[in-house]
């Protein structure tokens, strides 16, 4: 029940922010605009959430999406990558426009928000035998 909430909630979450980065206008200062290897780190964050919301999608309801081994290998490369974050464009440009605390906050914030994805998917990944078995 949880999980299923933490889905709906994730999903508008994340089309919202999609949908508002199209319509809102940009700030003209140089830390309002992100630089290139910011703009992959973003578009590389959402895509690896919408990967990760299928995958917890295919947890709540017990259905195999793709195998096993996908699924194993993108959980250890979206927590790679949330390890990592500290050396990303975009935490660079928070912590010299804002400072630390900022970017403690915001790592956090971060993970608090993927963190029952993250348990999802280990479940659905390296947990479900019976599941992948069927498929």
């Known amino acids: 029940m949880l999980l299923d909430t933490y889905f709906w909630l994730m999903l508008v979450y994340v089309v919202g922010t999609l949908l508002a980065s199209l319509f809102m206008r940009t700030r003209r200062t140089p830390m309002a605009q992100f630089t290139r290897g910011a703009w992959v780190e973003q578009v590389v964050s959402y895509l690896l959430l919408c990967v990760g919301l299928l995958g917890v999608y295919g947890h709540i309801h017990a259905v195999p999406i793709l195998f096993a081994g996908f699924w194993q290998l993108f959980v250890v490369g979206f927590v790679v990558f949330a390890v ?11 912590r010299a426009s804002h400072g630390d605390r900022a970017v403690i906050v915001a790592s956090v914030v971060g993970v608090l928000m993927v963190a029952p994805m993250w348990f999802a998917l280990g479940l659905y990944a390296f947990g479900s035998v019976g599941l992948w078995g069927a498929a």
């Not at 974050?85 to 440009?93: F, G, I, L, S």
Request: net charge positive; proline share 9%; hydrophobic share 25%.
């Open 84 to 94: 990592l974050q500290h050396r990303m464009p975009k935490t660079r440009q928070l």
